[in-house]
């Protein structure tokens, strides 16, 4: 079990007035991800795995969604149940257009 926190600055605040997404339910066999603002430019994602060495390729996988969508000001806590890299960036995908939805 490994635990982190990746933080990075977006271009822009991701649109939309939705204060909360969440997706997935990790006893479900999927990965679960909660979506909060928090106002600012700053984007903050919270990582829980059960697999460890692997911070380079969410590092990655992070860098590709926050130059995607740009979102800015929110604050993303994942568990990620060992999803595969591809199933974090759809969920991570759904969950923006979540938040930019009008509430």
């Known amino acids: 079990m ?10 822009r605040p991701l ?3 939705t ?3 969440i997706l997935g ?3 479900s066999g999927n990965l679960e991800l909660l979506f909060e603002r928090i106002g600012g430019d700053t984007v903050e994602i919270n990582i829980l795995t059960a697999s460890t060495g692997y911070r380079t390729v969410w590092e990655a996988v992070i860098r590709d969604f926050v130059e995607r969508t740009s979102p800015g000001g929110v604050r993303i806590t ?3 149940n060992g999803a595969r890299p591809d ?3 759809l969920r991570l995908m759904q969950g923006a257009k ?6």
Not at 2 to 11: C, G, H, L, V
Not at 98 to 103: G, K, N, R, V
Request: hydrophobic content about 40%; proline content about 3%; aromatic content about 4%.
């Open 98 to 103: 979540m938040l930019e939805m009008p509430s």
């Open 15 to 17: 649109s939309g007035t």
């Open 19 to 21: 204060r909360q997404a």
């Open 78 to 80: 994942i568990h990620d």
């Open 87 to 89: 199933t974090v960036m």
């Open 2 to 11: 490994e635990k982190f926190t990746i933080s990075t600055r977006a271009q």
């Open 25 to 27: 339910v990790v006893a």
